[in-house]
């Protein structure tokens, strides 16, 4: 092959590879909007089988958090589309800094944060395949909209610390406020509302473990991801993915 057919050859490589990439970030993108769509669905549901009027309150957070879920996603897939190799293959998401911008997003998107303050803490190195990172972020944005909504009842300003660190090769990421906690007959591995169901239902998907401890201090949730990489993703909804 003389010099201008290898490097046409080379071109032509790229550019294929380019074209995966592109088609595998679209298909990611279509997913995850049809995760939200049927979180949505959901909760329009739950609302629906309440049979009784919304107040504004509710109804604003209702749709502030199905804003923070887009608002979430949006933000994976920006950070993704930064990524060397969009984030596929070898190098992956760097989780640590995914969380600090979600942190700020939401700490200056949802109304009902008031003065909470979020703080965000990463050892470095915390990497998470992009099938991993939806389920992480999610579960994230689903425990720290719980804590802005129900830590501190009487209104007062709180603080949320979320933090992730890899620790023997799995990663742990922790949210943690400093409010009333759950109360003592409440079992969050069996009770709770749409979003603890979606949490443990995204947290089997990841194999990961996720363990409550809740006192005098407030809560913390413990999301413990194993060193196996070869966790899969099964689908939530699995008529939809
Ligand atoms: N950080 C927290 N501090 C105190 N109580 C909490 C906290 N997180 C959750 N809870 C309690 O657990 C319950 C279940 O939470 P869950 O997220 O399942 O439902 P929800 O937030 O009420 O509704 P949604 O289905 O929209 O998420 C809440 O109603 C609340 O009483
Ligand atoms: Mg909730």
């Not at 279509?30 to 939200?36: F, K, M, T, V």
């Not at 906690?181 to 709770?192: H, I, K, R, W, Y």
């Amino acid at each position: 092959m003389d010099v201008e057919h290898r490097e046409f050859g080379d071109a032509a490589v790229r550019r294929a590879g380019s074209d995966d990439r592109l088609s595998e970030a679209q298909h990611r993108i279509a997913n995850n909007l049809a995760l939200i769509a049927g979180y949505t669905r959901l909760q329009a549901t739950r609302l629906y089988k309440a049979d009784r009027p919304l107040s504004a309150r509710e109804a604003c957070i209702a749709l502030e958090e199905v804003a923070a879920r887009i608002e979430t996603v949006g933000e994976l897939h920006r950070l993704l589309s930064d990524a060397p190799g969009h984030g596929l293959g070898g190098g992956g998401v760097d989780l640590g800094r995914f969380l600090a911008k979600l942190c700020t997003s939401l700490m200056q998107t949802v109304s009902f944060a008031g003065d909470t303050v979020i703080t965000h803490r990463d050892s470095g190195g915390c990497m998470v395949r992009p099938d991993q990172a939806t389920p992480v972020a999610l579960i994230v944005s689903e425990l720290v909209t719980n804590a802005l909504k129900y830590a501190h009842p009487t209104g007062v300003a709180g603080r949320i610390r979320v933090s992730c660190r890899s620790v023997g090769g799995g990663l742990v990421v922790e949210v943690t406020d400093d409010g009333v906690g759950l109360s003592e007959d409440f079992n969050p591995l069996s009770d709770g509302g749409l979003g603890f169901r979606v949490v443990r239902g995204l947290a089997r998907q990841l194999g990961a473990d996720l363990v409550y401890e809740s006192g005098d201090i407030g809560l913390t949730v413990r999301l413990t991801l194993g060193a196996d990489e070869e966790h899969r993703v099964i689908p939530l909804w699995p008529d939809r993915d």
